[in-house]
């Protein structure tokens, strides 16, 4: 996720790091942190008032008479993503003693079925009592993906025969007055490219059922145009906030950077997957952490606390910085990890890590890899588990055997796991992790 703005936007940056600056040098710094940003599909408006903010920051103050130019430079340039991106996280919680109907709007393809489902159960979980409804009557395959989304997921979902999207969504309305929903989420039908019928039928809706909100939901792989999409939408409906979807893939970044200046409408959510669950509260603050490398330690204790056993954790956290831990702990640790999503992901969040990412290279076990050190942890005696130091070439050569690994993997894996253990002791992680004030 935004890998390539990340790394372009960090080189760059670098190039500020202990030098005496010069007004010269630092615009021709930010003279290239323009043209990454263009690269990474930013709006070219965008990308002009970012400069220029960051600019005007620079040389109004005294930044670079300073003797820490570099960092406060840095932390300008980490105000104006976040200013750009929104400011703050906008978690939309309508009282539950009313109805609320808010409208799912979009172009064919960027997520709107899947992101109707998504919120439905993301507020069912909140407690509210939601009602899903598809409009998109023009594709009879497009009603049945949502009537599948809401009964895989237990999700309340409206039948009708009408035909007619404006009386189909004034029915589901009455539907749910009637049977006191918190919430209607009206999926409408979108088209490949934006048309004038197409706009003109979300209107009639917005209109005819009163929609409280109107989200727009926008594909972050579909680059430059996203901002173009953000504009029409939004000047004929009004858009009340966004959702963009498919950052799991590789977006260059441009959408979350121009949608919200471009509609000055919030960025909700951020859609990160296709199951139900893959759905995120957008926070400017921790996307542009994330894009300058800062990683993303607020995420990953949310992450963290939805996923870990606290109490075993605690447990582990403590054996981990006494360097104590051994094998049992360590399996306990990777099936932990696996439930919170991939290492490197979980590592790209970790401040001051992604730069080490290359470096650890093929040191990070990928799934398959956890496989294995499972297997090969499985193959040892309970004796060798809580002594690793049991474990000495005759016991490796059975523990290969045993899980159907070659000795130089079992080898490997016994180095890596002693690496870790010493710098753990080194103290490094100790800091690290203090400094993290993790919930656990
Ligand atoms: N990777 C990924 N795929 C998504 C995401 N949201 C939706 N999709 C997929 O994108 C495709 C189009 O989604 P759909 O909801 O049908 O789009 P609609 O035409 O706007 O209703 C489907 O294959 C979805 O599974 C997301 O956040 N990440
Ligand atoms: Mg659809």
């Known amino acids: 996720m935004l890998n390539g703005l990340k790394d ?24 290239e942190v323009r043209l990454a940003l263009l690269e990474a599909d930013v709006h070219y408006k965008v990308a002009g008032k970012f400069i220029e903010s960051v600019k005007t920051n620079i040389i109004g103050s005294k930044i670079l008479e300073s003797l820490t130019p570099y960092q406060q430079i840095i932390d300008l340039v980490y105000k104006e993503f976040v200013l750009l991106m929104g400011e703050e996280a906008i978690l939309l919680e309508p009282p539950k003693d009313t109805l609320h109907i808010w409208e799912i709007v979009g172009l064919q393809g960027s997520g709107k079925t899947t992101q109707s489902a998504k919120l439905a159960k993301f507020y069912k979980d909140k407690g509210y009592k939601v009602l899903l409804a598809s409009l998109d009557v023009y594709r009879p395959a497009a009603i049945e993906q949502l009537r599948i989304l809401a009964n895989n997921n237990e ?58 909100e109107i989200i727009l939901v ?6 430059q145009d996203a901002a173009n999409i953000a504009k029409e939408f939004n000047e004929k409906l009004n858009i009340t906030g966004s959702i963009l979807t498919k950052f799991d893939s590789d977006t260059r970044g441009g959408a979350a950077l121009s949608v919200k200046y471009i509609s000055q409408a919030p960025i909700l959510f951020i859609g990160i997957g296709e ?14 952490q994330r894009i300058l490398n800062m990683g993303d330690v607020l995420t990953l204790i949310d992450k963290a606390k939805e996923h870990y056993d606290e109490d075993k954790a605690k447990e582990q956290l403590d054996k981990l910085l006494k360097a104590q831990f051994d094998f049992n702990d360590y399996l306990d640790q990777l099936k932990q990890l696996q439930k919170m999503g991939s290492l490197e992901s979980l590592i790209d969040m970790i401040p001051g890590f992604s730069q080490y990412k290359k470096q650890l290279g093929n040191q990070i076990p990928n799934e398959k890899d956890i496989r294995h050190i499972e297997a090969m942890i499985l193959s040892m005696t309970k004796d060798e588990r809580s002594h690793p130091e049991l474990v000495n070439y005759s016991r490796r050569k059975r523990i290969a055997k045993g899980s159907g690994n070659s000795i130089n993997e079992v080898n490997k894996f016994m180095k890596n796991f002693e690496r870790t253990k010493k710098m753990m002791k080194k103290g490094k992680m100790k800091n690290m992790f203090k400094n993290m004030n993790l919930p656990f």
């Open 155 to 212: 999700l309340d979902f409206f039948e009708d025969k009408e035909k007619k999207p404006v009386k189909l969504a004034k029915k589901a309305r009455q539907y749910s007055e009637k049977n006191s929903y918190d919430l209607l989420i009206l999926d409408t039908a979108g088209r490949l490219h934006i048309d004038k019928e197409m706009m003109k039928e979300v209107e009639n809706v917005k209109a005819a059922v009163k929609a409280n």
């Open 275 to 288: 199951k139900i669950k893959d759905i995120e509260v957008f926070y400017p603050d921790r996307m542009a």
């Open 8 to 31: 372009k936007v960090n080189g760059i940056l670098d190039k500020l790091k202990g030098k005496h600056l010069t007004k010269d040098y630092v615009e021709n710094v930010l003279r």
């Open 218 to 223: 926008v594909d972050s792989m579909v680059g």
